[in-house]
């Protein structure tokens, strides 16, 4: 039986730990993300391990995982679109300058106070594992290419007016 995570944390306290959180956060409640979700319903899981490398700086790694509902933009259907992500953070205090000084292993992660919202943190995560144009993988999509292709070309847009000189002709 996994266990909901804190909302928030104190990331250095954790770091100076070795602390590991393993459980799950829910998908309800991130809302930047709920307009790309067909369903906010579910859990994420998520496992952190949070440490202090050689270098001295505090990170945080893991894995978050989770099966997102999302609206295939072909068939308009909702459709699973399972995640997940393996995590490399470095904690960069204050001032943004500082991300520079971070090892290349670790993507930057701005800690403005001496607490970490988890959900945020997770939901940018998340956010950027979406694809841009969520569709059905071939062959599960309720509309095929070949639906796509074979439509007949579009002339709507053409000017034809047939009759557009008969007024002119009535006059005379
Ligand atoms: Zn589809």
């Known amino acids: 039986m996994s266990n909901q995570l804190p909302k928030t944390v104190d990331p250095y306290r954790l770091a100076g730990a070795g602390a590991k959180l393993d459980g ?3 998908l309800v409640g991130m809302i930047r993300l709920a307009p790309r979700l067909e369903s906010s319903k579910g859990m994420i899981g998520v496992q952190l391990e949070f440490g202090v490398d050689t270098s001295n700086t505090k990170f945080i790694k893991g894995s978050l995982s989770a099966v997102l509902q999302l609206g295939c933009q072909r068939c308009m259907e909702p459709m699973s679109y399972p995640v997940n992500l393996k995590l490399a953070l470095g904690m960069v205090m204050g001032n943004a300058d500082n991300v520079r000084l971070l090892p ?3 993507e930057p992660l701005l800690i403005e106070a001496d607490s970490l919202d988890l959900t945020e943190m997770v939901e940018d995560e998340l956010l950027l ?6 569709v059905h993988s071939q062959g599960s999509c309720a509309v095929t290419l070949e639906d796509v292709c074979d439509q007949p070309p579009d002339h709507s847009s053409e000017t034809r007016r047939p009759f557009a000189h008969l ?3 009535m006059k005379s």
């Open 24 to 26: 799950e956060l829910p």
């Open 104 to 106: 290349d292993c670790f």
């Open 129 to 134: 594992a979406l694809p841009i144009v969520p």
């Open 167 to 169: 007024s002119d002709l």
